[in-house]
């Protein structure tokens, strides 16, 4: 394996559509069972269209991206903002790219984005390169 | 309505909890990691781990399972319009189902924006295994404020 190189993108991860089931299965076994992820009523009554994907499971496949890079290591830092709402049924992909390589380390900058094109997660990990 | 400011700087009591391992390998289905350190005990040992390894961004909702909506509801505000607007992590060491997980959490900062329409509340958690310091997490909570929308 070659040594990674800014620019570098990482392999695409396709998240399939995200179903009620995949929500409430992620409320239990995240611990975040916040109504707007289960009920469309109460996603409504917080000023949404209906019932959202957590913020936090988007995350999760987004570090699925990064930790299954193959030259990353141990991951040092990670942090994603939360930039439009993932409705129940989207599809996501995760992407993203290196930004920079330094003493050891690689810097990567990803992003999940609906099938519509709009990106509804951004996010930079830093992360031990694999020699 | 306006987060009174004395919010700021705020402890939050203590969250001491277990993963069991069951647990993480429910999470690591859910999001679909295949990793065998996340569900398998034997892998995680060869690869030099007590037990299963906690997928990176599983420590934010066990501590929130525990406290649920009480600060915020304290703070006046309701849940339901509350959204998640970003989060970060630090990694210090690996953390592992079985483990006695301290969660150490401060109000960090409370802000505005927009000429008032939103409103921001920053938690900053430190999470220790006896003496050892695993991972910090920093989250950012946003409510749009209704009175000025």
Redo the contacts between chains.
Sequence with gaps: MSAPVVGDRLAVVE?AAISRE?LR??A?????????HLDDE??R???LDGVVT????V???L??L???WPAAG?????????TAPTPVGSRVTCGGKVVSVEAGTARLQVAAVREDGVTVARGEAVVEVRV | MMIAPEFVGKRLEPVVLRVPRERVVAFARVIGEVGAVHWDVEAARAAGYPDVVLPPTMLFGLELEVRGEELLVEMGLDPLRVLHAEQSFTYHRSVHAGEELRFESVVADVYRRMGGRLEFVVQETAVYRGGEHLVDLRQVLVIEDEETV
């Design positions: 998240v995949k299965e992620f239990v076994a995240s611990g975040d069972d916040n109504p707007v109460a996603a009554r917080g000023g957590h913020g936090m499971l995350m999760a496949h570090g699925r990064v930790t299954s141990e991951l040092r830092s990670f942090k994603a903002r939360f």
